[in-house]
């Protein structure tokens, strides 16, 4: 197998996948593929409770918070979220830096007012914006933030205190990467594709207390308090998508949960950035204390090396270098999945390809 630096769908722990496959025909003796199974029949349902309860495990995920399996990914919550949350309130905050929070917030005004409180646009999205600067709603439904901007290479890294107004962030790229203290926020979401398991689950991490009053227009399936009151059996949920997700629960948990996953990711980023602060042949457009840990962005100076170097990459196993086309260059996506040893193989390669170019 090579090493996977793509963005999403993502790597997924090798033994997650042996499991899988062992388990493919016949799920531990019910003579069933998890892929044939009633979602209400207690196989599933085992599978379901199981995948949950490690989560929250994982997450020290706190009593008066539900945890929903949706579908529709990230994109589809940017809506079924304000749809949800508003709660008659007039607008939400939502703080701008980079592609994916502008899709919240231009998907979020279809519902309601959106004030942009704060913006990275001045820095060519390459800073968060200061916390002292971010004109906050007091009034506001919820304070949106996007974790870890997955093309820019952005993440925050440390959430931003915003009063008594929920805090609701998109953690589609760095949820279960570090340790994260859930009660400081009224609502998590994510697609599963990065760090979770296969794409086509959404995760929903929801204070009790802001279930109920969904807008009218909210599809049935989509309000949240439908969902919570059903266990996220409504209609039929994402199952081989939630059996993997609580294979990958499992695989962390015995890794040493998601302390040891921040340490292990720490020191990968650590390596790379190493190696790219090490030398002018690789441009770093992120603020240093805003880099991502996730999502490594860099350039080459010299742009017309570029598919040289993912040519050569490509030849020692390292696949999907490329960075996003809105910011171009490379982007090393270093999820929990990957091992320091891709990380190792990829700067041995940035190495050699430096000497021979540099
Ligand atoms: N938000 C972030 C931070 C992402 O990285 C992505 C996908 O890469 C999305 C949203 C979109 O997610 P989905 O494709 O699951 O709708």
Redesign the pocket.
Known sequence: RVFNFS??PAALPEEVLRTAAAEMLDWQGSGLSVMEMSHRGKEFMSIAAEAESLLRELLAVPANYRILFMQ???????AILPMNLLRGRASADYVDTGE??K??LAEARRYGGVNIVASGQDSGYTRIPDRADWRLDPQAAYVHI??????GGLQYPEYPDVGDVPLVA?????ILSRPLDVSRFGALY?????NIGP?GL?LVILREDLLGGALPCTPTAFDYKVVADNGSMYNTPPTYSWYIAGLVFKWLKAQGGVAEMARRNDAKAALLYGTLDASDFWLKPVAREHRSKM?VVFRLQDESLDEAFLAGAKARGLVQLKGHRVVGGMRASIYNAMPIEGVQALVDWMREFERSHG
């Open positions: 963005p999403g529709g990914g990230a994109l589809a919550e940017n994916w929070s899709k919240s996007c974790s870890n901007e997955t093309i998109d953690v589609s790229s760095d994510g697609g599963a594709q990065k794409s959404t999502n």
